[in-house]
Protein backbone atom coordinates (compact mmCIF):
# COMPACT_ATOMS: atom_id res chain seq x y z
CA UNK A 1 0.00 0.00 0.00
CA UNK A 2 1.10 3.71 -0.11
CA UNK A 3 1.13 6.32 2.21
CA UNK A 4 2.40 9.77 2.60
CA UNK A 5 3.17 11.32 5.69
CA UNK A 6 3.11 15.16 5.94
CA UNK A 7 3.93 15.42 10.04
CA UNK A 8 3.69 19.20 10.60
CA UNK A 9 0.46 20.29 10.34
CA UNK A 10 1.12 23.88 10.61
CA UNK A 11 3.93 25.61 10.60
CA UNK A 12 4.34 29.88 11.25
CA UNK A 13 7.31 31.46 10.03
CA UNK A 14 8.26 35.38 9.71
CA UNK A 15 9.13 36.77 6.79
CA UNK A 16 12.38 35.97 4.98
CA UNK A 17 12.84 33.04 7.26
CA UNK A 18 13.35 29.72 5.50
CA UNK A 19 11.28 26.96 5.66
CA UNK A 20 11.52 23.29 4.94
CA UNK A 21 8.18 20.94 4.79
CA UNK A 22 8.94 17.39 5.23
CA UNK A 23 7.42 14.76 3.25
CA UNK A 24 7.70 10.99 3.96
CA UNK A 25 6.39 8.28 1.72
CA UNK A 26 5.67 4.90 1.89
CA UNK A 27 5.44 2.32 -1.56
CA UNK A 28 6.39 -0.95 -2.42
CA UNK A 29 6.94 -0.04 -5.89
CA UNK A 30 10.45 0.20 -7.83
CA UNK A 31 9.27 2.94 -10.80
CA UNK A 32 6.80 6.14 -9.32
CA UNK A 33 6.52 9.63 -8.92
CA UNK A 34 6.29 12.44 -6.66
CA UNK A 35 4.52 15.93 -6.45
CA UNK A 36 4.13 18.75 -4.39
CA UNK A 37 0.94 20.83 -4.87
CA UNK A 38 0.17 24.67 -3.42
CA UNK A 39 -3.10 25.23 -2.15
CA UNK A 40 -3.40 28.91 -1.54
CA UNK A 41 -6.29 30.30 0.05
CA UNK A 42 -8.39 30.32 -3.26
CA UNK A 43 -8.75 26.28 -2.61
CA UNK A 44 -7.29 25.59 -6.73
CA UNK A 45 -4.03 23.26 -6.92
CA UNK A 46 -1.05 24.51 -7.95
CA UNK A 47 1.44 22.19 -9.29
CA UNK A 48 5.37 22.77 -8.22
CA UNK A 49 6.95 19.89 -9.26
CA UNK A 50 6.93 16.27 -10.35
CA UNK A 51 10.16 14.11 -9.56
CA UNK A 52 10.33 10.37 -10.61
CA UNK A 53 12.01 7.75 -8.40
CA UNK A 54 14.96 7.44 -11.12
CA UNK A 55 16.39 11.16 -10.66
CA UNK A 56 17.32 11.74 -6.87
CA UNK A 57 18.97 14.62 -8.02
CA UNK A 58 18.04 18.12 -6.10
CA UNK A 59 15.98 20.20 -7.57
CA UNK A 60 16.13 24.34 -7.53
CA UNK A 61 13.64 26.70 -9.00
CA UNK A 62 14.26 30.60 -7.72
CA UNK A 63 13.27 30.01 -4.27
CA UNK A 64 12.09 26.61 -4.12
CA UNK A 65 14.09 23.79 -3.35
CA UNK A 66 13.81 19.89 -3.18
CA UNK A 67 15.50 17.07 -1.92
CA UNK A 68 14.57 13.70 -2.75
CA UNK A 69 16.47 10.87 -1.10
CA UNK A 70 15.29 7.65 -1.62
CA UNK A 71 17.48 5.87 0.99
CA UNK A 72 15.25 7.77 3.59
CA UNK A 73 11.92 7.87 1.49
CA UNK A 74 11.96 11.71 1.71
CA UNK A 75 10.98 14.81 -0.58
CA UNK A 76 11.29 17.23 1.41
CA UNK A 77 10.52 20.80 0.38
CA UNK A 78 12.81 24.45 1.11
CA UNK A 79 11.25 28.08 1.08
CA UNK A 80 13.83 30.36 0.95
CA UNK A 81 13.77 33.79 2.05
CA UNK A 82 9.73 33.24 2.49
CA UNK A 83 7.16 35.10 1.59
CA UNK A 84 3.38 36.58 2.22
CA UNK A 85 2.50 35.33 -0.92
CA UNK A 86 4.05 31.63 0.02
CA UNK A 87 1.16 31.43 2.87
CA UNK A 88 -1.18 28.19 1.99
CA UNK A 89 -1.40 24.59 2.44
CA UNK A 90 1.24 22.63 0.64
CA UNK A 91 0.67 18.99 -0.34
CA UNK A 92 3.14 16.37 -1.13
CA UNK A 93 2.11 13.63 -3.49
CA UNK A 94 3.02 9.71 -4.97
CA UNK A 95 1.55 8.30 -7.81
CA UNK A 96 1.73 5.02 -8.74
CA UNK A 97 2.19 4.00 -12.30
CA UNK A 98 -0.33 1.00 -13.14
CA UNK A 99 -3.53 1.25 -15.21
CA UNK A 100 -5.40 4.30 -12.88
CA UNK A 101 -2.54 6.32 -11.92
CA UNK A 102 -3.84 7.45 -8.73
CA UNK A 103 -2.03 10.17 -6.70
CA UNK A 104 -2.39 9.65 -3.24
CA UNK A 105 -1.87 13.40 -1.47
CA UNK A 106 -0.43 13.59 2.60
CA UNK A 107 -2.98 15.70 4.77
CA UNK A 108 -0.98 18.72 3.62
CA UNK A 109 0.89 21.10 5.62
CA UNK A 110 -0.51 24.65 6.48
CA UNK A 111 2.43 27.24 5.99
CA UNK A 112 1.88 30.58 7.17
CA UNK A 113 4.16 33.16 6.54
CA UNK A 114 3.35 36.67 8.22
CA UNK A 115 5.35 39.87 7.76
CA UNK B 1 -1.37 27.67 -21.17
CA UNK B 2 -4.30 25.03 -21.42
CA UNK B 3 -6.55 24.50 -18.73
CA UNK B 4 -8.95 22.87 -17.34
CA UNK B 5 -12.72 23.70 -17.00
CA UNK B 6 -14.69 23.03 -14.01
CA UNK B 7 -18.30 24.23 -13.86
CA UNK B 8 -20.56 25.49 -11.81
CA UNK B 9 -17.54 26.88 -9.22
CA UNK B 10 -19.94 26.47 -6.58
CA UNK B 11 -23.04 24.25 -6.37
CA UNK B 12 -25.84 24.14 -3.77
CA UNK B 13 -28.35 20.90 -3.72
CA UNK B 14 -30.73 19.30 -1.29
CA UNK B 15 -30.14 16.21 0.15
CA UNK B 16 -30.94 13.65 -2.26
CA UNK B 17 -31.04 15.06 -5.05
CA UNK B 18 -29.23 14.16 -8.14
CA UNK B 19 -26.04 16.13 -8.99
CA UNK B 20 -23.59 16.56 -11.91
CA UNK B 21 -20.62 18.12 -12.02
CA UNK B 22 -18.74 19.02 -15.08
CA UNK B 23 -15.68 18.90 -16.85
CA UNK B 24 -13.66 20.20 -19.77
CA UNK B 25 -10.31 18.13 -19.70
CA UNK B 26 -7.51 19.45 -21.80
CA UNK B 27 -7.92 18.64 -25.43
CA UNK B 28 -5.37 16.39 -26.12
CA UNK B 29 -4.87 14.33 -22.61
CA UNK B 30 -6.03 10.92 -22.83
CA UNK B 31 -6.73 10.04 -18.74
CA UNK B 32 -9.06 11.97 -16.86
CA UNK B 33 -9.46 12.04 -13.02
CA UNK B 34 -11.86 13.28 -10.30
CA UNK B 35 -10.48 14.01 -6.73
CA UNK B 36 -12.68 15.32 -3.70
CA UNK B 37 -11.18 17.06 -1.24
CA UNK B 38 -13.54 17.48 2.35
CA UNK B 39 -13.03 20.65 3.58
CA UNK B 40 -9.90 20.96 5.81
CA UNK B 41 -8.75 17.36 5.19
CA UNK B 42 -6.77 16.26 2.67
CA UNK B 43 -7.54 15.27 -1.48
CA UNK B 44 -8.78 11.89 -2.18
CA UNK B 45 -8.74 10.33 -5.37
CA UNK B 46 -12.16 9.13 -6.59
CA UNK B 47 -12.03 7.82 -10.06
CA UNK B 48 -9.95 7.62 -13.31
CA UNK B 49 -10.97 7.36 -16.43
CA UNK B 50 -9.09 5.91 -19.67
CA UNK B 51 -10.27 4.72 -23.23
CA UNK B 52 -14.23 5.72 -22.02
CA UNK B 53 -13.88 3.57 -19.29
CA UNK B 54 -13.16 3.58 -15.53
CA UNK B 55 -9.21 1.95 -15.15
CA UNK B 56 -9.35 2.64 -11.38
CA UNK B 57 -11.72 3.82 -8.64
CA UNK B 58 -11.34 3.86 -4.91
CA UNK B 59 -13.66 2.50 -2.01
CA UNK B 60 -15.23 6.11 -2.26
CA UNK B 61 -16.58 5.83 -5.35
CA UNK B 62 -19.42 3.63 -4.60
CA UNK B 63 -22.69 3.08 -6.72
CA UNK B 64 -23.94 6.51 -5.96
CA UNK B 65 -21.24 7.60 -7.95
CA UNK B 66 -21.09 7.13 -12.03
CA UNK B 67 -18.48 9.20 -14.65
CA UNK B 68 -19.17 9.83 -18.21
CA UNK B 69 -17.79 10.90 -21.04
CA UNK B 70 -20.10 12.26 -22.97
CA UNK B 71 -19.14 14.17 -26.55
CA UNK B 72 -15.46 13.94 -26.09
CA UNK B 73 -15.03 16.91 -24.59
CA UNK B 74 -16.78 16.65 -21.56
CA UNK B 75 -15.68 14.39 -18.29
CA UNK B 76 -18.73 14.81 -16.07
CA UNK B 77 -19.10 13.17 -12.34
CA UNK B 78 -22.55 12.12 -11.74
CA UNK B 79 -23.87 11.80 -7.78
CA UNK B 80 -26.92 9.99 -7.75
CA UNK B 81 -28.62 10.68 -4.44
CA UNK B 82 -26.47 13.10 -2.47
CA UNK B 83 -25.96 12.85 1.10
CA UNK B 84 -24.68 16.09 3.53
CA UNK B 85 -21.02 13.95 3.55
CA UNK B 86 -20.57 14.46 0.23
CA UNK B 87 -20.23 18.40 0.91
CA UNK B 88 -16.65 18.55 -0.89
CA UNK B 89 -14.47 20.54 -2.87
CA UNK B 90 -14.67 18.46 -6.14
CA UNK B 91 -11.61 18.62 -8.60
CA UNK B 92 -11.31 17.31 -12.10
CA UNK B 93 -7.74 16.45 -13.31
CA UNK B 94 -6.21 15.23 -17.08
CA UNK B 95 -3.14 14.22 -18.15
CA UNK B 96 -1.91 13.24 -21.45
CA UNK B 97 -0.01 9.88 -20.91
CA UNK B 98 -0.96 9.28 -17.15
CA UNK B 99 1.61 11.59 -15.15
CA UNK B 100 4.80 9.81 -16.45
CA UNK B 101 6.23 12.53 -18.42
CA UNK B 102 3.33 15.42 -17.93
CA UNK B 103 1.81 14.94 -14.63
CA UNK B 104 -1.87 16.17 -13.96
CA UNK B 105 -3.23 19.15 -14.72
CA UNK B 106 -5.81 20.14 -12.23
CA UNK B 107 -8.85 22.47 -12.60
CA UNK B 108 -9.77 25.24 -9.94
CA UNK B 109 -12.56 22.93 -8.62
CA UNK B 110 -16.69 22.49 -7.67
CA UNK B 111 -17.61 23.48 -4.34
CA UNK B 112 -20.44 20.92 -3.63
CA UNK B 113 -22.77 22.16 -0.48
CA UNK B 114 -25.12 19.24 0.62
CA UNK B 115 -28.14 20.68 2.71
Known amino acids: AQKVTQAQTEISVVEKEDVTLDCVYE???????LFWYKQPPSGELVFLIR??????QNEISGRYSWNFQKSTSSFNFTITASQVVDSAVYFC????????????FGKGTSLLVTP | EPEVTQTPSHQVTQMGQEVILRCVPISNHLYFYWYRQILGQKVEFLVSFYNNEISEKSEIFDDQFSVERPDGSNFTLKIRSTKLEDSAMYFCASSLQGPTFYGYTFGSGTRLTVV
Open chain 1, 93 to 104: ALSRLNSGYALN
Open chain 1, 51 to 56: RNSFDE
Open chain 1, 27 to 33: TRDTTYY
